[in-house]
């Protein structure tokens, strides 16, 4: 067999290969959508990305004859480790052919840049990191991932427990459909009461006060999940480097705020399924795929429950019932009938409830992968 090179990504052809790896890896796969060109080479970026102003990373490819075989990114997160006060490592990106040799090498490469910074922990895969792409896909290989959630090969999963990992965590998604939502008398009943009690008003995205309402954005984010597991603080410069990616994609009847006399009390963000229009695209928004973005939204039938989130004094309430209500109706309205909560952490309790009340499918599971690096 022939030997594995492996190098990092020193230049911009580097990562361009870094980033088109995985074409090969998914040639003929239909349930793949191809990232968007433009959006990767800008996530991995480690001068433009604001995520970088708190952390660092590596890049390294596996090379066989001079062909790649796969890919890996060893990340150094400081406000993850400040935050929970620990020393923990991530890997990410990770793409691989079915070689346990070539897999085990990408591994051992984050490992040791990892282990020269310091960390004792490798967790993944983060892309970059929980407030990004997050986990590796373990049930739902029969259906491509809704938006700005992972997919990758089953095989990947031996991949990883073969080099050692174990599982720290799964996450899940539910899949939602309205006529069984609006059917829950128990989930109705909650919201009414909740909504009437708390006098809460809801109030929708305005697009002509676009960045005022991502400072509400701010407020919310970091106090509602806050004690999450594996929860990372989005600093303003990230929100607004979301925010500004998010825009274009945004309908404003799905991205919710909530007032109590005045207060501001939760937060949620509901995306239609652009992984529609993404998945034609090839990875290619232009010159012409970025008017796909109108002409084809219709045709639209998914949307994804990406972040709802209630500031803790607020919690347990029954608000998030109201939002709920909100979401599933106003996407009704759009004609989107189908939805996805995710993701959801296995041991959310009062998340996974709220997700059973709604009659929700659990039709997918993630995995959090750690190694012990001492």
């Not at 990758?152 to 174990?166: A, I, S, V």
């Not at 509400?216 to 106090?223: G, I, L, Q, T």
């Not at 229009?277 to 219709?298: A, E, H, M, V």
Request: charged fraction near 30%.
């Amino acid at each position: 067999m022939s030997s594995i090179n492996i190098t990092t990504v020193n230049n911009k052809n580097d990562l361009m290969r870094f980033i088109k790896f995985q074409w090969k890896i998914y040639q003929g796969d239909k349930h793949w959508v191809p990232p968007l060109l433009m959006d990767r080479k800008k996530i991995l970026d480690k001068q433009k990305n604001p995520f970088f102003k708190h952390a660092e990373a590596e890049y390294f490819l596996a090379e066989r004859n001079g062909e790649i075989v796969g890919r890996i990114a060893a990340i150094k997160n400081d406000l993850h480790n400040k935050y929970h006060n620990d020393k923990t490592g991530f890997f990410g990106f990770f793409e691989c052919i079915n070689d346990q040799e070539v897999a085990n090498m990408l591994f051992d490469s984050a490992k040791n840049w990892l282990k020269s910074k310091g960390l004792d922990t490798m967790r993944g895969p983060a892309n970059p990191s929980s407030n990004d792409e997050y986990g590796m896909l373990l049930e739902g290989f029969e259906d491509e991932a809704r938006i700005l959630m992972t997919y990758n090969p089953k095989y990947y999963l031996q991949l990883c427990e073969n080099y050692g990992f174990k599982k720290v965590k799964d996450l899940y998604a539910y899949k939602l459909e309205h006529d069984k939502v609006i059917s829950s008398s128990k989930l109705k009943r909650v919201a009414e009461i909740a909504a009437k009690r708390a006098e809460i008003k809801i109030t929708q995205l305005n697009m002509k006060n676009f960045y005022s309402d991502v400072e509400k954005v701010k407020f919310v984010y970091n106090k509602a999940w806050a004690p999450n597991w594996g929860f990372v603080p989005m600093t303003d410069e990230e929100i607004d480097a979301l925010a500004k990616d998010l825009k274009p994609l945004a309908e404003p009847s799905l991205v919710l705020f909530g007032e109590i006399k005045g207060n501001l009390v939760g937060f949620a963000l509901t995306l239609l399924d652009y992984n529609y229009i993404f998945k034609q695209l090839n990875g290619k928004l232009l010159p012409f795929g970025f008017l796909k973005l109108f002409t084809q939204k219709k045709k639209i039938e998914w949307c994804r429950i990406i972040t709802l989130g209630i500031i803790p004094e607020y919690q347990k309430r029954g608000l998030d019932a109201v939002f709920y209500w909100e979401i599933v109706n106003r996407a009704h309205n759009l004609g989107v009938d189908l939805g996805e909560a995710s993701w959801i952490l296995e041991d959310n309790d009062m998340m996974n409830r709220g997700a059973e009340v709604m009659k929700g499918e659990l039709y997918k599971k993630y995995r959090i992968y750690d190694k012990s690096l001492r």
